[in-house]
């Protein structure tokens, strides 16, 4: 069974700083594309950032400049340095992944989200 757990979700003034950390963990063939989606309360979730598996990155433009995606392939894992934290990116912090596991087809896995909390 495949699933991704995030880490590192928190309550952070504005202006500060946090990391977030996302591990795939099950019979994992290979990883393709990751990424970080977050829902704030009474939206919708939406995109934060991706990356490939080659490292190309893709930043919504609310965090572009603030935030950075990165993984580490040999770990099967995704973070995300989220800096200069605004209190409209107060949310639940979602890990999403395209995994294709041993003897399966590709599919599509989320976290179950972290939260975190920027007070102003």
């Known amino acids: 069974q495949v699933q991704l757990v995030e880490s590192g979700g928190g309550l952070v003034q504005a202006g500060g700083s946090l990391r977030l950390s996302c591990a795939a963990s099950?019979?994992?063939?290979?990883?393709?594309?990751m990424g970080w989606y977050r829902q704030a309360p009474g939206k919708q979730r939406e995109l934060v950032a991706t990356?490939?598996?080659?490292?190309?990155?893709n930043y919504a433009d609310s965090v572009e400049g603030r935030f950075t995606i990165s993984r580490d392939n040999a770990k099967n894992a995704v973070y995300l340095q989220m800096d200069s934290l605004k209190p409209e990116d107060t949310g639940d912090y979602y890990c999403?992944?395209?995994?294709?596991?041993?003897?399966?087809?590709?599919?599509?896995?989320w976290g179950k989200g972290t939260l975190v909390t920027v007070s102003s």
């Open positions: 999403n992944a395209d995994i294709q596991p041993r003897g399966a087809y590709p599919m599509n896995y």
């Open positions: 099950g019979r994992i063939f290979r990883i393709r594309a």
């Open positions: 990356i490939t598996s080659g490292g190309n990155t």
